[in-house]
C-alpha cells in the first residue's frame, strides 16, 4: 500500500508571507479574474494546500497559480507533478480503487477532478453514444468500450472522437435538451483517460487532447443550447483550458468561438468581442478562411449588441470576404455547419440586435430558403429568428406562418434556445391580433412548458 499521510507543503506557506489566509485567497481570486478563471478559493482551501491535502491543483488553479508567479512550475510552488498524482497512481490498484477522502467532496473546484478519477478506475469506462438516449433509428447502436489498462492507445482515442461526432450528429437531428446531462458521460471518460496521462505515443496524446477539449465543446454547447448557460460556461472554459495546455491553436479557436456566442447571449458583449477577437488571433495561423469568417461573424455579433453600427459592419464584411474565399483542407471537422446558410442567419442576427428588422428578416428569409434540411435543429432555429424579426418588422401575419413552420418541427427538436427565441416572438404578436396569428397562438399555447430556465436576449 502506498502512504496516503499528507505531506505539507512548506513552499507554498512560504509565498503566502505575511499574508493571513483569507488575504491570500482573495489575492487568488484577483489573480484569477486578471486571466479569465473563476476559482473558489478561501482560507480553507489555502489550508487544504499548505497542509498537503491537495497535492495537486486542479487546472484551473494551476492556471491562476503559475499567473501570480510567473516563470515557477507547479514543483517549484511545493505541488506533486500531476502525473504522480493521476497517472501512475491509477494503474497501481488491481481491482477498486481506494476511498476518497470525505473532504474532497465539499470543494467545488476541486469536484470535477475527483468525478474522474473515479470514473477512471470504477471498471469499464464505456463511451456509448448510444447511451445519449434519443432511441429510435437515429440513435447509435452498440457502446464504444474503453477497459482500463496501462496505455491509452487508438481504440481509446477513436471512441472520444466518435462520441463527439455522434453529439454533434444527434445535437443536429434532435437539438440539445435530450441530450445534455446523458451527454456528461463520455465526457467525464475522456477526462479520465486524459488524467491518466498514459498514452502510447507522443500523436496518440495529442489526439486526446483534441478530442477532450473538442468533446468539452460539445458538451457545453448542448448545455448552452438547453439554457443552462452556468455550466456551459464551465465547459467553454475547460476546452480552453486543455487547448492552451497541448498548445493546440485549433481547439484554441473554437473555445473562444464558443464562449463568444455564450457571451453575446448571456449579455456580456464586451467579453464576446474579446472573445472573438482572441479566436481570430489563436486562429490565424491555421490557413482556414472559414474559420476566420465565422469568429469575424461572432465579433460582429458582440459588436452589434455594443450599438456599434460601424464596427458590426467591418467584422461582416471581413467574415464575407473570408467565406467568399471557399472551403480549404485545414477548415475543421466541426465547421460543417458553416455553410451560406449560416452566415446568413448570423448576420440577421446583427441586424435583429441593432434593431434595423426589415433587413434582418431579409437575411433570415435567405437563410430558411438556403438550409439544408437535414439539420433539423437549425432549420427551426432558423425560422424562429425569422418570426421573430418579421414580427417586429410588422408583417404579423408573415411572422405567424414563419412560427407556424416552427412548431411543425418542435416534435423533433428539443431546443430551449430556439424555444425561448419563439416565445420573445409571441410576446410581440400577441397584441396585433387578426386570424393568422390567433391560430399560431392558439397552437403555440399547446406546447408543453419549457423544462428549464431559459434566457435569450432581447431582441429590441
Not at 95 to 117: F, N, W
Not at 194 to 199: F, I, P
Not at 272 to 295: D, N
Request: with cysteine; aromatic share 6%.
Amino acid at each position: 500500500m502506498v502512504s496516503t499521510r499528507a505531506v505539507p507543503n512548506l513552499a507554498f506557506r512560504r509565498l503566502r508571507g505575511q499574508r493571513s489566509a483569507g488575504e491570500f485567497a482573495a489575492a487568488v481570486r484577483r489573480a484569477a479574474r486578471e486571466i479569465g478563471e473563476h476559482v473558489a478559493c478561501d482560507a480553507r482551501y489555502v489550508g487544504r494546500v499548505e497542509s498537503g491535502e491537495i497535492r495537486c491543483p486542479n487546472y484551473a488553479y494551476e492556471r491562476v497559480f503559475l499567473h501570480m508567479f510567473p516563470g515557477a512550475s507547479l514543483v517549484d510552488l511545493g505541488f506533486s507533478a500531476r502525473e504522480s498524482v493521476r497517472g501512475r497512481g491509477a494503474h497501481t490498484w488491481a481491482t477498486a480503487p481506494p476511498p476518497l477522502p470525505p473532504m474532497l467532496h465539499s470543494d467545488i473546484d476541486e469536484e470535477s477532478d475527483v468525478l474522474r478519477r473515479v470514473f477512471m478506475t470504477s471498471g469499464t469506462t464505456t463511451v456509448a453514444a448510444a447511451s445519449l438516449g434519443l432511441g429510435g433509428p437515429s440513435a447509435v447502436t452498440g457502446p464504444m468500450a474503453v477497459p482500463p489498462q496501462r496505455r491509452v492507445g487508438e481504440a481509446e482515442v477513436s471512441a472520444v472522437e466518435k462520441a463527439v461526432r455522434q453529439i454533434r450528429l444527434l445535437d443536429d437531428r434532435h437539438g440539445a435538451d435530450g441530450l445534455y446531462r446523458r451527454a456528461s458521460q463520455p465526457l467525464r471518460a475522456a477526462y479520465a483517460l486524459l488524467d491518466a496521462g498514459t498514452a502510447s505515443r507522443r500523436s496518440t496524446a495529442d489526439r486526446l487532447h483534441s478530442g477532450a477539449g473538442e468533446l468539452a465543446i460539445s458538451v457545453g454547447w448542448l448545455a448552452h443550447d438547453s439554457g443552462r448557460f452556468d455550466d456551459a460556461r464551465s465547459h467553454y472554459a475547460e476546452a480552453l483550458a486543455t487547448a492552451r495546455l497541448a498548445g493546440d491553436a485549433a481547439l484554441e479557436a473554437h473555445a473562444f468561438c464558443n464562449a463568444s456566442f455564450l457571451a453575446r447571449d448571456t449579455g456580456r458583449a464586451r467579453e464576446a468581442v474579446r472573445a472573438a477577437e482572441a479566436g481570430q488571433r489563436a486562429a490565424g495561423p491555421l490557413g482556414s478562411p472559414r474559420l476566420l469568417a465565422l469568429l469575424a461573424l461572432r465579433e460582429a455579433g458582440g459588436r452589434a449588441w455594443l450599438g456599434d453600427r460601424t464596427g458590426c459592419e467591418r467584422a461582416i464584411g471581413r467574415a464575407r470576404t473570408a467565406f467568399e474565399r471557399g472551403e480549404g483542407a485545414a477548415d475543421p471537422e466541426w465547421m460543417s455547419f458553416f455553410r451560406e446558410a449560416e452566415l446568413e442567419m448570423l448576420e440577421a442576427q446583427c441586424w435583429s440586435a441593432l434593431g434595423d428588422w426589415p433587413r434582418a428578416a431579409r437575411h433570415a428569409r435567405r437563410a430558411t430558403r438556403l438550409q439544408d434540411p437535414h439539420f433539423t435543429r437549425n432549420l427551426a432555429l432558423y425560422r424562429a429568428q425569422l418570426t421573430g424579426d418579421l414580427a417586429r418588422a410588422g408583417t404579423a401575419d408573415e411572422a405567424s406562418t414563419a412560427g407556424q413552420q416552427v412548431l411543425d418541427l418542435l416534435d423533433r427538436v428539443q431546443s430551449s434556445r430556439i424555444r425561448g427565441m419563439l416565445a420573445s416572438a409571441v410576446r410581440v404578436l400577441r397584441p396585433r391580433g387578426g386570424p393568422e396569428v390567433a391560430a399560431f397562438l392558439e397552437r403555440y399555447e399547446e406546447l408543453p412548458p419549457v423544462p428549464v430556465p431559459v434566457r435569450v436576449p432581447s431582441a429590441g
